[in-house]
């Protein structure tokens, strides 16, 4: 599986982001695609992550501190998967990674065995 994650950018505090992250190769193993960040001195973390449930759709989950201002969705006919950051803050700048796993409903970063480049997004205050 190839991940190209793709959208940084430089934004003000308070703006809109929207980050896609598409995924080529032998993705039918995947199970749940998901995005971490990793701010300059710090551990990664998670963000969000959708795990698909078949045909009606996906189940999506966030760090606490994201939900309610950034939103994961999917276009399986791109095989792409989405991350609308709102509300932006200058704590959410980092670089962004997306990932993919085979397990349901991880959060758990040593789950995830396919990763994308990460894109750099950076909240001016």
């Known amino acids: 599986v190839q991940l190209q994650a793709s959208g940084g950018g430089l934004v003000q505090a308070g703006g809109s982001l929207r980050l896609p992250c598409a995924a080529s190769?032998?993705?039918?193993?995947?199970?749940?695609m998901g995005w971490f960040r990793q701010a300059p001195g710090k551990e990664r973390e998670f963000v969000a992550a959708?795990?698909?449930?078949?045909?009606?759709?996906?189940?999506?989950y966030y760090a606490d501190s994201m939900k309610g201002r950034f939103t994961i969705s999917t276009d399986n006919a791109k095989n792409t998967v989405y991350l609308q950051m709102n509300s932006l803050k200058p704590e959410d700048t980092a670089v962004y990674y997306c990932?993919?796993?085979?397990?349901?409903?991880?959060?758990?970063?040593?789950?995830?065995?396919?990763w994308g480049q990460g894109t750099q997004v950076t909240v001016s205050s």
């Open positions: 190769g032998r993705t039918f193993s995947t199970s749940t």
């Open positions: 959708i795990t698909w449930s078949g045909w009606s759709g996906g189940s999506t």
């Open positions: 990932a993919t796993s085979r397990i349901a409903h991880t959060k758990r970063e040593y789950e995830y065995n396919y």
